[in-house]
C-alpha cells in the first residue's frame, strides 16, 4: 500500500460552474463561480480563469459579492463554513465556524455585518426541511473565528436557492415551497403566507420555482412550473394581496431577475431564450434565443451593465445590457450521461467525449477549458421533453487521431432504433475532423462496441464494430474504384457471428496482429489478416464487461472483467485461465504506453483504485476511495515530458498520467512527489544578489557603503532603514485596505530618506558646514562610482585580490575629462 503523501489524488478541472447562480464584481470584470470544493474568478472579457480560491473541504454551495466591500466575496460550503475572499488577490481573509452544512448563502446591503444561510433543520439530516438562519458576523482578529449569534428568520425554506429573494433593499425577504409564498418583514417583525391550487384549470402545476423582488418597488415576481410568471403586489396585507400573469415560456421558469434600477425583468428556463420584459409594460419584450442550453441562473452586474446566463451544459453566457452576447465561458460540458469513452486526441492532446447533444468536445487537458466542439449529428437540437433525437453514443480514435468514428442512435419505443455509423477524416488545413462516410444501419440492432486497429495506418486503417445483432463486421478504408468518386472511403470488409450469440466487447492486440471479441461467456480470439479463428477462452459464469490485451512484457495475457464480479487474466501461449480473482470491477484499461493496468473497484459507495501488472501477484499501487461513487471513464494520458521518479511505487505515473471521472463531472488525476516538486521548482521566482553586474543606472544612482579594506572577509551589509518594515508591508497589502495615498505619501518618503537623513545629521553634529559635506560627499561619491566602475569591469578577472583602487587626484581627473564634450565624435560617426 502506497503512503497517501507520495501519490494523491488531486482535482485537475471539469466542475460544474452553474452549480450555483455566479456573482459579477460591481466593475463587470470579473465573474464568480461555486465549482467543486473551490471558487473560480474568471475574466468577462478574455474568459480566461485568473484565480482560484481555495480552502473549503467540501462542495461549495454559494457565492456573492460582500455588500460593504465590492473587492471581497463570500463562500459557503457543505462544510459548515463561510469563508471571507479578497477575490482580486485571490487571498482568503477570515474564516467563520457555522457548524451546520450550509445549503445557500444571501446578503443585503442594509444588513451590514450580517449574512443568510439555508441550512437543515434542527434534528433533520436531510434537504427536505431547511430554515433561514441570520448569522451576525464577529469583527475579531484572526483568520479563524466561531459563530455564535444566529437567530432564526423562516422555517420550511425549499433546498433551491433561487425560491429565496431579498426586496426593498433589504427590507423584506420572500421565499417559496411548493405552492406556498412566504413574506417575512423586517422592521415589523411579521410574515405573510400566500398559497395557490395544486394545479391550474388546465390541469399543469403550479408549483413555484424562483422568485425575484423589485429593487425599489413592492412587487414580488414569482417563477412557476407551468411556465407562467405572476407578479404579486399589496402583499404586506393578507386580503387585499393582487397577482398579474405573464405567460410566455412554454416549460418551467428556471430563473427570474430584476435589473438594478427595476426597469425591466429577465427570465429564463428550458427553451434556452432570454426574454426580458419591460416593467408596467410587460406586453413589450425583448428575446435573446439559441443560447444552446437550458437556463438555469440569471445574474446581473451592480451596474446593470452585464448580464449573466447559466446553462445546464455547464456554460455561462455574458450578455450586454443591450441583449447582446459579449462572450461565453464553458466548462467541461455536463451531459445527462457521458456515454461514449473518455478519449485523448494525439494531435492535440485533448480530452475527447459527450458534448452538447449531438456533439463531440474536445477539452483542453492543461488549460481546463474547451477548445472546440464537433457537431456529429448535423441536426438542430430540439429542447423539448418527450421527443426522441439521434444522439452520440460511442466515439473512438486511431492511433494517429487520423480518423475518427461515432455512432449516432434514436431510440423509439414503437420501432427500432435508428443507428449511423460516421467516419471522420482529420483535415490538416481547418484543424478538425470532415465527414468521410455516413453508414446507414450498419447493425440491424443496437451497437455494443466499436475499435480501431491501433497498429494500422494510412490505407490499411481498419476498423470493427460489434451489435446485437449477433455479427461483428469489419470495415476498412478503400481506394476509390473510379477518379470522379473523390477520395478514399470505408466499406464493409468481413463480417461473422459465434453461436448465434450477441458479441458485447472487441479490442485489439497492441501491434494488431490479434482480435478478441466477447460472446457473453465465451471470448474468441481472431487473426485480422485471414479473419480465422484462432481460439476460444471460457470463463466462469457471467457476460464479459470489459477486455485489455497486455502490453510489452506482458503482451501474452488477455484481462476480463465479467458481471459476475471477477477479475481474469487469460495466458495467451498456453490457453488457459492464468489467474482470477473477485472483485467488483467497474472499469478496467492498459497503460499504452507501459506493461501496467489499472482496475477501479466499486465498493460500500466508494471507488477503489488497483494498479498492477498481469505477470506479478502484487499491485504496484492501491488506494481506497479515491472517490465517491463509481467511476466507469478514466483514460492514461500520455505525458510531453517523461517524469524521473525513481520511488517504485510511482513509477507507473512516469511515462502517462491517469485521469478519471467522478459521477459530479469532476476530472481528477494523481500527482506525484516529482511532479510537484518540479512544478514547485519552475515556480521560484529569480533572486537578484550582489554577484550580478552592476548596470549603468545602477552605477549612476546606486547607493552603496565604500570598500575600505582591500582584502579580507566581506563587510557586513548595513542594517536597513527604521522605516524598511513599513515600506514591506506598504507594497505587499492589498490596496483596499491601505488608507489614501495622499495620507502615506510623506511617510513612504521619509521612510525611503532614513539613511541620508542620519547621515546628515551626524556630520553636522560633527561640526561639518553643509556646504562642506555636500561637497565631500560629491567628491566621495564620485571616487566611489569610478572605484565600482573599475571593481566591475575587473570582476571576471578576479582570483583572490581585490580590484586597484584609484586615487583621490586620479578620481578627480576622470572628472574632469567626463565633463568634456565629446559631441564632435557622435556627429562624426553620424557622417
Not at 353 to 369: I, V
Request: aromatic share 8%.
Amino acid at each position: 500500500m502506497v503512503e497517501q503523501a507520495e501519490i494523491r489524488v488531486v482535482h485537475q478541472g471539469g466542475s460544474n460552474i452553474t452549480f450555483r447562480e455566479p456573482a459579477i464584481s460591481s466593475d463587470s470584470r470579473f465573474l464568480l463561480c461555486a465549482s467543486g470544493h473551490s471558487v473560480k474568478v474568471f475574466s468577462t472579457v478574455t474568459e480566461e480563469c485568473v484565480q482560484e480560491l481555495r480552502g473549503h473541504t467540501d462542495l461549495v454551495t454559494g457565492v456573492l459579492i460582500r455588500p460593504s466591500n465590492h473587492l471581497q466575496a463570500y463562500s459557503c460550503s457543505a462544510d459548515g463554513t463561510v469563508r471571507l475572499w479578497d477575490f482580486t488577490d485571490g487571498i482568503l481573509i477570515k474564516t467563520y465556524l457555522i457548524g451546520y452544512p450550509i445549503c445557500s448563502i444571501y446578503a443585503s446591503a442594509s444588513h451590514d455585518g450580517v449574512v443568510f444561510i439555508a441550512t437543515p433543520t434542527k434534528g433533520h439530516k436531510t434537504l427536505d426541511s431547511l430554515q433561514l438562519l441570520a448569522v451576525h458576523l464577529p469583527q475579531t482578529a484572526g483568520q479563524l473565528v466561531e459563530t455564535s449569534d444566529l437567530s432564526a428568520v423562516l422555517s420550511d425554506v425549499s433546498a433551491n436557492p433561487a425560491t429565496v429573494a431579498f426586496g426593498r433593499a433589504g427590507e423584506y425577504v420572500a421565499s417559496t415551497n411548493g405552492v406556498q409564498l412566504q413574506i417575512f418583514f423586517f422592521k415589523k417583525q411579521k410574515s405573510f403566507r400566500f398559497s395557490l391550487k395544486e394545479n391550474s384549470c388546465s390541469g399543469r402545476s403550479n408549483t413555484f420555482t424562483c422568485v425575484a423582488c423589485h429593487p425599489t418597488d413592492d412587487c414580488v415576481a414569482t417563477g412557476h412550473e407551468d411556465g407562467k410568471i405572476r407578479l404579486w403586489r399589496n402583499f404586506d396585507q393578507k386580503r387585499e394581496y393582487t397577482y398579474r400573469t405573464l405567460h410566455w415560456h412554454h416549460g418551467a421558469v428556471r430563473a427570474l431577475r430584476f435589473t438594478p434600477e427595476g426597469s425591466n425583468l429577465l427570465s429564463g428556463g428550458v427553451e434556452s431564450v432570454l426574454v426580458q420584459w419591460q416593467y408596467q409594460q410587460e406586453s413589450q419584450q425583448d428575446f435573446l434565443p439559441r443560447l444552446g442550453a437550458a437556463i438555469t441562473h440569471i445574474a446581473v452586474s451592480p451596474d446593470g451593465a452585464l448580464f449573466c446566463t447559466s446553462h445546464s451544459d455547464n456554460k455561462i453566457t455574458v450578455i450586454q445590457s443591450c441583449v447582446k452576447v459579449s462572450s461565453i465561458i464553458q466548462g467541461l460540458v455536463k451531459g445527462e450521461a457521458v456515454q461514449t469513452d473518455l478519449m485523448v486526441d494525439p494531435r492535440s492532446k485533448a480530452l475527447v467525449l459527450n458534448g452538447k447533444p449531438g456533439h463531440l468536445q474536445f477539452y483542453s487537458l492543461h488549460r481546463d477549458r474547451l477548445l472546440f466542439n464537433l457537431d456529429v449529428v448535423q441536426q438542430e437540437f430540439i429542447h423539448q421533453e418527450g421527443l426522441d433525437q439521434f444522439q452520440v453514443v460511442m466515439a473512438t480514435l486511431d492511433g494517429a487521431g487520423a480518423w475518427l468514428a461515432t455512432v449516432e442512435e434514436r431510440k423509439q419505443e414503437t420501432v427500432e432504433a435508428e443507428l449511423n455509423l460516421k467516419l471522420w477524416a482529420f483535415d490538416e488545413p481547418s484543424q478538425s475532423f470532415i465527414l468521410n462516410t455516413t453508414v446507414s444501419t450498419p447493425h440491424e440492432a443496437r451497437i455494443t462496441a466499436v475499435t480501431f486497429d491501433p497498429a494500422a495506418r494510412g490505407q490499411t486503417s481498419l476498423l470493427v464494430s460489434c451489435g446485437q445483432d449477433g455479427l461483428f463486421k469489419a470495415w476498412r478504408l478503400a481506394a476509390p474504384g473510379h477518379p470522379d468518386d473523390g477520395g478514399p472511403s470505408w466499406s464493409c470488409d468481413f463480417v461473422s457471428a459465434y453461436h448465434g450469440l450477441a458479441p458485447q466487447r472487441c479490442c485489439f492486440s497492441a501491434d494488431g496482429s490479434l482480435l478478441a471479441v466477447s460472446f457473453q461467456e465465451v471470448v474468441t480470439v481472431w487473426s485480422p489478416a485471414s479473419w480465422e479463428l484462432l481460439l476460444t477462452l471460457s470463463q466462469p459464469p457471467g457476460n464479459i464487461r470489459d477486455l485489455c490485451f497486455g502490453r510489452l512484457s506482458c503482451s501474452k495475457f488477455l484481462l476480463g472483467t465479467t458481471n459476475c464480479n471477477q477479475l481474469c487474466c487469460w495466458n495467451l501461449l498456453t490457453c488457459s485461465l492464468e489467474w482470477s480473482t473477485s472483485m467488483e470491477v467497474s472499469l478496467l484499461l492498459a497503460d499504452p504506453l507501459s506493461d501496467n493496468m489499472a482496475a477501479f473497484c466499486h465498493q460500500d459507495g466508494n471507488t477503489d483504485l488497483f494498479v498492477f501488472k498481469p505477470s506479478e501477484p502484487r499491485p504496484l499501487f492501491s488506494q481506497k476511495a479515491v472517490c465517491s461513487g463509481r467511476v466507469s471513464r478514466a483514460v492514461f494520458a500520455p505525458r510531453e515530458v517523461a517524469l524521473e521518479s525513481c520511488e517504485e511505487s510511482s513509477r507507473w505515473l512516469n511515462r502517462s498520467q491517469l485521469y478519471f471521472l467522478t459521477p459530479l463531472m469532476d476530472l481528477l488525476t494523481f500527482s506525484t512527489r516529482a511532479e510537484e516538486e518540479r512544478l514547485m521548482a519552475a515556480s521560484k521566482q529569480l533572486v537578484v544578489d550582489d554577484s550580478v553586474a552592476m548596470t549603468p543606472f545602477q552605477l549612476l544612482l546606486g547607493k552603496r557603503p565604500p570598500h575600505h579594506q582591500a582584502v579580507g572577509p566581506p563587510a557586513k551589509l548595513p542594517a536597513p532603514p527604521g522605516g524598511s518594515a513599513a515600506v514591506r508591508e506598504l507594497l505587499q497589502s492589498p490596496a483596499h485596505v491601505l488608507p489614501a495615498a495622499a495620507a502615506l505619501c510623506s511617510a513612504f518618503m521619509e521612510a525611503l530618506l532614513g539613511v541620508a537623513t542620519e547621515t546628515r545629521e551626524k556630520k553636522t553634529s560633527a561640526g561639518e558646514t553643509p556646504s562642506d559635506t555636500e561637497e565631500e560627499e560629491e567628491e566621495d561619491s564620485d571616487e566611489e562610482m569610478e572605484t565600482r566602475a573599475t571593481r566591475s569591469e575587473e570582476a571576471p578577472l578576479e582570483t583572490d585580490s581585490a580590484g586597484p583602487v584609484l586615487s583621490r587626484a586620479q578620481v578627480r581627473e576622470l572628472r574632469r575629462v567626463r565633463k568634456l564634450d565629446h559631441s564632435w565624435f557622435s556627429s562624426l560617426l553620424d557622417s
